[in-house]
């Protein structure tokens, strides 16, 4: 469908593509019309013209931010000039229903801004959070922060996506498929769960209240000692739980990952097919892209971000966090030696930037996880501002990928190694502050 439309309308996009564009993008979240109007897809296609030069890259970017952010903005103003009527009216064909009114609007209170920004990822959701977000009386200041990352992200990474695919399109069509219908199932399951739990809240309570005492009294300590497992706000509670999974998912990757290359398994083999694609996409424009990611993001930021958290935890005497980013970054750049000299694979031919040592991990990915990471860790910690929280979150995060793709793209380094180097960073960085933590705690400290 949407390469017979390609074909259609490529004629006429010099003069008329950026028009289109922003019609597509305005009208895809402005009032449900999302299901009728392919945007995304009209993203990736432009991003696909601009690498054929039809288009700017760069003003097929600010375009299609601009008619999502004003889109959402629309939809958002519909939700909050109707309200209730306008729920009432057409919430039956989206499967809410009145009584979860109440419900729906205490959800957008709490986590609104959340919806508003990753709904733009999921098809469903990007069409019908912003008119919901008004119906809710979302805090509009909160409501635009949200729609201006959103939009502004969302609108990048697909324009990226058609830029460096390139006249694939057939790659295209089929991952773009698969990504549309992944994220329409993930979302439905999301929002059907969360109105499965709402309408069966007092039954759900009564059963677990029920399941509760049957266990506690048949197995008192073993359940009370479940039970503490999962319980938020100490460090032996939730907090503790969820970082041994986290460092148990990061170490298996890491093993996955190690076991591959050794059975010259699927990623052993995804290193060459990657490494095809990208002699494909590279240009002058997009290398020196890469190599600014590479030396500010994989270097200096990451030395600058290090030195200031340094200051900023000795002035504030979190002694403890200190010798936890010590052992994070200090101990950590050790063990990466170590890991390159165990395993010491040598790095791709042709590098396009002169890159030195063995490949595995890769040094920059590690190094990236293990200070973003602990900047995300610490913004958890001790800032309380949800918006600056999430400025820092999708920054690092942002940073993080980067780094890894550079990497791969400048050819100096498999697909592999930055996998591998996120994986033992996280597993490196988890391990440092559960040891950190439970030692602490156990100081009463």
Same mark, same amino acid.
């Given at each position: 469908?949407e390469?017979?439309i390609?074909d259609?309308?490529?004629p006429?996009?010099t003069?008329w ?6 019609l ?5 979240t402005?009032a449900?019309l999302?299901?009728l ?6 993203v ?15 003003d097929?970017i ?47 209170d709490?986590h ?10 999921m ?15 979302m ?22 996506l ?10 295209i069509r ?11 199932i ?12 709402t ?6 309570k ?8 049957r ?6 300590k073993?359940w009370?000692?479940?039970?503490e ?6 460090w ?8 041994l999974v986290s ?5 298996l990757?890491?093993?996955e990952?190690?076991e591959?290359?050794i ?7 995804l ?10 996409? /590279?240009s002058?424009?997009?290398t &020196?892209?890469m190599?600014d990611?590479?030396? #500010?993001?994989? $270097?200096? !930021? *990451?030395v @600058? ?8 935890l ?10 936890t980013?010590f ?5 950590g750049?050790m063990?990466?030696i170590?890991?390159?000299?165990f395993?010491h694979?040598p790095?791709?031919v ?10 595995f ?18 913004t958890?910690?001790l /800032?309380?501002?949800e918006?600056? &929280?999430f400025?820092i979150?999708s920054?690092? #995060?942002?940073? $993080?990928? !980067? *780094?890894? @793709?550079?990497?791969v ?6 697909l ?8 033992a960073g996280?597993a490196?960085?988890?391990l440092?502050?559960v040891?950190?933590?439970t ?6 400290r």
């Amino acid at each position: 469908m949407e390469k017979h439309i390609l074909d259609i309308i490529l004629p006429h996009l010099t003069h008329w593509g950026y028009y289109v564009l922003f019609l597509m993008t305005f009208l895809e979240t402005s009032a449900f019309l999302g299901f009728l109007v392919p945007g995304e897809s009209m993203v990736v296609i432009a991003g696909l013209l601009a690498s054929m030069g039809v288009l700017e890259l760069g003003d097929v970017i600010w375009v299609a931010s601009l008619g999502a952010i004003m889109g959402d903005t629309v939809g958002y103003f519909i939700g909050y000039r109707f309200g209730e009527v306008f729920f009432l009216k057409y919430g039956k064909y989206f499967f809410f229903k009145k009584e979860y009114l109440d419900e729906a609007m205490g959800f957008f209170d709490k986590h609104g801004g959340k919806t508003v920004f990753f709904g733009r990822f999921m098809a469903w959701l990007r069409a019908f959070a912003p008119v919901v977000a008004g119906i809710s009386r979302m805090h509009y200041p909160r409501f635009l922060f949200f729609n201006l990352a959103g939009g502004i992200v969302w609108a990048t990474i697909f324009s990226l996506l058609g830029y460096f695919v390139g006249n694939s399109w057939d790659i295209i069509r089929i991952y773009l498929g698969r990504i549309g219908i992944f994220g329409f199932i993930c979302g439905v399951i999301i929002i059907y769960l969360y109105f499965l739990f709402t309408k069966k809240k007092r039954l759900i309570k009564e059963k677990v209240g029920w399941l509760d005492i049957r266990l506690s009294s048949q197995m008192p300590k073993t359940w009370e000692f479940v039970k503490e497992r999962f319980s938020a706000g100490e460090w032996y509670g939730l907090n503790l739980t969820i970082s041994l999974v986290s460092l148990i998912l990061a170490l298996l990757s890491f093993g996955e990952i190690v076991e591959d290359l050794i059975d010259k398994e699927t990623l052993f083999y995804l290193d060459f097919k990657i490494q095809w694609i990208v002699e494909g996409i /590279i240009s002058p424009e997009i290398t &020196r892209f890469m190599v600014d990611i590479t030396n #500010i993001g994989g $270097v200096y !930021l *990451v030395v @600058i971000t290090a030195g200031i958290m340094t200051l900023y935890l000795l002035y504030k005497r979190h002694w403890w966090e200190l010798f936890t980013f010590f052992l994070v970054a200090g101990v950590g750049e050790m063990l990466l030696i170590i890991l390159k000299l165990f395993f010491h694979r040598p790095r791709p031919v042709q590098q396009i930037v002169a890159a030195h040592g063995y490949s595995f991990p890769s040094g920059h990915a590690f190094a990236a996880m293990i200070v973003y990471g602990f900047l995300i860790y610490m913004t958890w910690r001790l /800032i309380k501002s949800e918006a600056l &929280r999430f400025v820092i979150f999708s920054i690092s #995060i942002l940073l $993080v990928i !980067l *780094v890894g @793709i550079s990497r791969v793209y400048l050819n100096v380094h498999w697909l592999t190694d930055v996998l591998g180097g996120y994986a033992a960073g996280v597993a490196w960085l988890v391990l440092c502050v559960v040891m950190v933590n439970t030692i602490k705690q156990y100081y009463g400290r």
